[in-house]
């Protein structure tokens, strides 16, 4: 969460970007990409999979309007965060060509750059509480505005398929290479019985634990193996799709699906809403404490080509959760997500409101 100067001049960009966005709506676009403020409900509701995520998407807006809408998503991000969710983007023609030009989802075109939605919660006018929302294949933006500040940032999902590609010259494309390498480095740096403090599993999951869930929580402190199989639950009507490349499930691990839910509206619509993996502590307690998690074997070099192995990893503390994983794909489609399991939709800064303001 950000906080002071720096929180009202983003939020001030935001506010100034989402009225002109809105202003260029067309009479019909609006149903689709301006909504009333709920502080659930649909708000709640994000994927990182290939399907609809609700808002207008990009291919249904006028040039103007598709550059108005990104100068909302580049509000919300750093310059490098910006670049990294446009490439991401882009990625799709690449995924497109890699998988032959054969993958279709139920529509013309499977693998479209174009198929990012974008949906504003509430009023920009300074005047309550309103959110925007941007996500499609391997993004998921989520940002809160309340009382002139952003007051929420998570749930923030950033993919990459593939997540190695050549380039021309001897140089590759690694876009999330960073969210490993750094991480790599550190396990490395650990002696023996430091590893065996931070090895939560020699099997990584077949994808990151949490799903898209709208609530996150904690890994239980010393688990190692998760032997409970995760639950499951009804959501939104939309179809959730297993990715191309998904390694088979492994037992106690989630694996995505391809399923179409029942309820026409739902806040927790996920292919997997295990959360956490349902396993026990030493003490029979979850732990709230800092700390960080490395599932199989820390062997492949920072520039790992495909083909090594599966990997995981989560850092998590009272605020902070973080997952990275790479498993599908012969190991080259990176998943990553950062997750405030207080904070995450601005469930904090609203529940602190309610308490002051409504008495």
């Not at 890699?98 to 974008?118: A, F, K, S």
């Not at 904690?218 to 199989?229: F, L, M, N, V, Y």
Request: glycine fraction near 12%; aromatic fraction near 6%.
């Amino acid at each position: 969460m950000m906080g002071g100067r720096g929180a009202r001049t983003a939020a001030d960009r935001m506010t100034t970007a989402a009225r002109g966005w809105l202003a260029s709506l067309d009479d019909e676009q609006p149903a689709q990409a301006a909504w009333p403020w709920e502080p659930d409900g649909e708000r709640l509701r994000w994927f990182y999979t290939p399907t609809d995520h609700g808002g207008l998407p990009l291919r249904d807006m006028r040039p103007v309007q598709q550059s108005l809408a990104m100068q909302l998503v580049a509000t919300g991000l750093s310059r490098a965060g910006y670049a990294t969710v446009s490439t991401i983007m882009g990625l799709e023609n690449v995924l497109d060509q890699l998988e032959g030009w054969q993958v279709d989802w139920g529509r013309e075109r499977g693998r479209d750059p174009q198929l990012y939605w974008l949906r504003v919660f509430g009023k920009p006018d300074g005047r309550g509480p309103w959110a925007w929302r941007f996500g499609g294949h391997h993004v998921s933006l989520n940002l809160l505005v309340r009382d002139g500040e952003v007051q929420a940032t998570t749930p923030c999902f950033l993919g990459a398929d593939p997540a190695e590609s050549p380039l021309l010259g001897l140089h590759s494309l690694r876009l999330l290479a960073g969210a490993e390498d750094v991480a790599r480095d550190l396990v490395r740096s650990l002696d023996e019985a430091q590893i065996q403090r931070v090895l939560l599993t020699g099997v990584a999951p077949v994808d990151i634990v949490g799903g898209n869930a709208s609530t996150s929580r904690a890994w239980p402190s010393g688990s190692r193996r998760c032997t409970a199989a995760p639950r499951r639950r009804r959501g939104c009507g939309r179809r959730t799709t297993r990715s191309s490349g998904s390694p088979p499930g492994r037992r106690g691990w989630p694996r995505p699906t391809s399923r179409r839910c029942s309820r026409s509206s739902c806040a927790r619509c996920s292919a997997c809403t295990s959360g956490v993996c349902r396993t026990s502590s030493p003490s029979g307690r979850r732990s709230s404490s800092p700390g960080s998690g490395w599932a199989r074997s820390t062997s492949p070099g920072p520039a790992a080509p495909s083909g090594t192995e599966r990997h995981y990893y989560r850092l998590q503390g009272p605020r902070l959760l973080v997952e990275y994983d790479n498993t599908q794909r012969d190991v080259n489609h990176v998943h990553t997500v950062w997750r405030d399991p207080e904070g995450d939709f601005g469930f904090d800064a609203l529940r602190l409101h309610l308490q002051t303001a409504h008495r």
